[in-house]
């Protein structure tokens, strides 16, 4: 497989099970254009998609970098103030409107059923018209679903609005994820996508301090109405940010793409390289009759070839069983309250302590991504969190519960955070937002199933349920040992199916 790679860079022994398991780019029309200058680390012939690795490469990263991770890393900021407040407003709900655990669980379920609804949804949208385009979209989704959420009058109201916020929410994460991932040179890719995590946990921690304060006072209504604000800069922000040149390029706009990388190279003081031009990025496109063929291949169907499940099999099951595993998370202020009452205002020190250690997980995170291989992050992290849920069941002083919960919080990110970075690495620019919103299937179709399952283990006890859901992440570490595909600073892939 040919790749625009460092010439110094020693060559991997798993790339030829990379090829096999997505398809070597062998079949694409490709030109070796020796006439003219390229860089000493393109080797070989070249598509257009490698001219754009090898020039992302050259240009490397600067200011329009930091203002693209600032802009997506707010973005996670604001859904994870979304997110994080659910678990301090259910003992508020379980007193305001009078209602059990198993009414409540209705809240969880709808929301990541629009969760479930929006993943395949602005997958597709973003394959088709843009991944810009589509995160404006969906934060405006977010935005009128969550300010209405808290006028709600009873938990049907509140959860049928926050159904529409899941449809806008998980459409934010994959098309906010994936335009950062395909403006991001390979080696620098895992550092960026990581500090979006570590915004997501400033999030969360930010929230629960605000809920603290604005709750006891105010009235939770105004802190969803805080929380939905918190959007409104992401979009304003948005408009100055280009498309993916990698989508525009897969959908032949020459000149589109030589627009956004010439303003990628002015905002970074720095210039293109000379083989880099529109009569060069035509010159390597596939023919009419082969990008036929390829927009054939967008179809959800392609994505279910004997080739393509090897990959995406496994990785959809990683992802159900993690996200059925952290549902319990929610669920531990309510019963941290339940089970030390003397202790005050303890749900909003257990959900600090949870925000907390998503937080300094997520640091830890940017310290190892680009040292570690995607794969062991994956598998470290679900040891790991097999480990902290079941001390969580042994846990019978408020101490030990703060303990369990925050080393839970902090080695899920392992999980959770390289997630977001490989699975759009696996995929080609065609099917890619497409193929990771089938992955987010299998995380919002969990939590639809697992609050209920939590509701009605209650009378067996807490413990229990704990031990319930370590085995969930031991069933996660044994699906993560079905996947080989080595992403790490490896170009994106392209051309698989």
Known sequence: MSFAVDAD??????????DSLLGSQDDAHTHEFDSRPKPEYVKGPVNGFELLDATMNELGTGKFHYILMAICGYGFFADAAETQMLSLLYPVFMEEFNVDEEELA?????????????????????????????????????????????????????????????????????????LLVEFIPAQARGWYVALTSVAFGAGAIIISAISWAVIPTIGWQWLIRIAAFMTLPVLLFLCGIPESPRFLLSKKRYSKVMQVMQKVAKDNKTQLPPYFNEKTLISLSVDDGDYEKLSVRRSLSQLFTRKSLKVLGPLFL?????????????????????????????????????ASGILIGS??????VERVSRLFQIR????????????????????????????????EQFVIGTLYLYTPELFPTSVRVTAFGICQMGHRVAPIIAPFIIATTDSIGFAKTAYLFAGMYGVGLLFSLLLHVRTFKKPLVENAY
Not at 9 to 18: H, S
Not at 405 to 410: D, G, K, V
Request: proline residues 4%; hydrophobic residues 45%; negative net charge.
């Open 9 to 18: 860079t020693p060559e991997d022994p798993e790339d030829t099970e990379y």
């Open 106 to 178: 209705l809240i969880g379920s709808l929301t990541n059923a629009g969760m479930f609804v929006g993943a395949p949804t602005f997958g597709k949208f973003s394959d088709q018209y843009g991944r810009k385009f589509a995160f404006i979209i969906s934060l405006t989704i977010c935005f009128i679903a969550s300010f209405a959420s808290s006028f709600a009058t009873n938990v049907e109201s509140f959860a049928a609005a926050r159904f529409f916020l899941g449809i806008g929410y998980c459409g934010n994460l994959i098309t906010c994820t994936t």
């Open 318 to 354: 990683v992802w159900f069983t993690n996200s059925f595993a952290t549902t319990i998370m929610n669920w531990i202020p309510l019963e941290a309250e339940k089970h030390f009452p003397k202790d005050e205002d303890i749900q909003f020190k257990t959900a600090l302590i949870l």
């Open 363 to 368: 640091i830890a995170q940017t310290f190892v």
């Open 380 to 411: 470290g992290g679900f040891v790991s969190a097999v480990v902290c849920t079941t001390l969580l069941g042994f846990a019978n002083t408020p101490s030990g519960l703060y303990a369990a919960s925050f080393f839970l919080c902090f080695f």
